[in-house]
């Protein structure tokens, strides 16, 4: 099973500025740190202004925008692209949207704070584990402005098989309660992971889109069978469209981006000043 130390993650406190609800044109090498309402509730974005396609990191289900950190810096000089990151809602500075919790809906959310930043140009994806939900349905909801993808030991829906999220949810039974008051977001992700599952099978990244997916050698599961299936997904995932390129990162974990930070700097760059 899934091992607990990798998504006991605690949505880390974040500074934002409470600024206006719309924000002015975006100035070249700007920082904007804000909150927007989205409708409903408030989402933390962080935009660093360059060229376009602008790049949206997508976190993975516990973290927060701070995940990216360390390799922000240098996919800005490498790429001159316009960085977008954000707290999903109920995770870091973001609010819950309590009322609407479909992937389908927080994927809404987003955009509708891309159009309050006026960032409404041709966009490049970078998500992390189940970031790539979200990122495939972005992608599929625009597919005509999504210029390519990376995606970093992503959640495929493939591996999540109706016993496999039986099981997840199970194990994480005695943290609920844990969850519920320390990380909201964490929460609803995992007590819907039947229902995101369901929601993710009716859903296909397109084709049209090429994209990189990076495989970590030691992905977090400790069965054979788990970690058979994990990679099974990815190769299944690859094999549907001839843009798509299987990567193996050979010693790290599931967090690739922190284990060799260089390794995925320079494959978005790559693929980013490509386009």
């Known amino acids: 099973m899934l091992k607990i130390t990798v998504l006991l993650l605690l949505c880390l406190s974040c500074s934002f500025t409470q600024g206006k609800q719309v924000i002015v044109p975006l100035a070249a090498n700007a920082v904007i740190d804000t909150l927007l309402d989205v409708g409903g509730h408030r989402?933390?974005?962080?935009?660093?202004v360059g060229k376009y396609p602008a790049i949206i990191f997508e976190n993975g289900g516990g973290d927060n925008l701070t995940v990216w950190n360390e390799i922000l810096d240098s996919i800005y000089k490498a790429t001159g692209a316009t960085l977008i990151t954000y707290d999903r809602a109920g995770c870091g500075g973001s609010e819950l949207d309590s009322n609407q919790i479909s992937l389908t809906q927080q994927v809404k959310s987003l955009e509708n704070g891309l159009r309050k930043l006026n960032i409404e140009h041709n966009y490049f994806l970078v998500a992390h584990s189940m970031g790539a939900y979200f990122s495939t349905i972005f992608a599929e909801r625009n597919f005509r402005n999504v210029k390519g993808a990376?995606?970093?030991?992503?959640?495929?829906?493939?591996?999540?098989?109706?016993?496999?999220?039986?099981?997840?949810?199970?194990?994480?039974?005695?943290?609920?309660?844990?969850?519920?008051?320390?990380?909201?977001?964490?929460?609803?992700?995992?007590?819907?992971?039947?229902?995101?599952?369901?929601?993710?099978?009716k859903i296909s990244f397109p084709s049209t889109v090429p994209v990189i997916d990076i495989l970590a050698e030691n992905p977090p599961w400790e069965s054979a069978e788990e970690l058979r299936l994990w990679r099974l997904a990815h190769e299944q995932f690859v094999a549907k469209a001839s843009n798509r390129k299987l990567i193996n990162s050979k010693g790290t974990g599931h967090y690739i981006m922190r284990d060799k930070p260089e390794f995925v700097i320079d494959i978005v760059a790559n693929m980013y000043n490509g386009q």
């Open 43 to 48: 989402l933390h974005f962080n935009v660093r």
């Open 150 to 201: 990376v995606f970093i030991d992503a959640n495929h829906v493939a591996f999540w098989t109706d016993k496999q999220t039986r099981e997840y949810w199970v194990q994480y039974e005695p943290l609920k309660q844990k969850f519920k008051v320390e990380n909201i977001g964490v929460y609803w992700l995992m007590k819907n992971a039947r229902q995101n599952a369901v929601e993710m099978r």
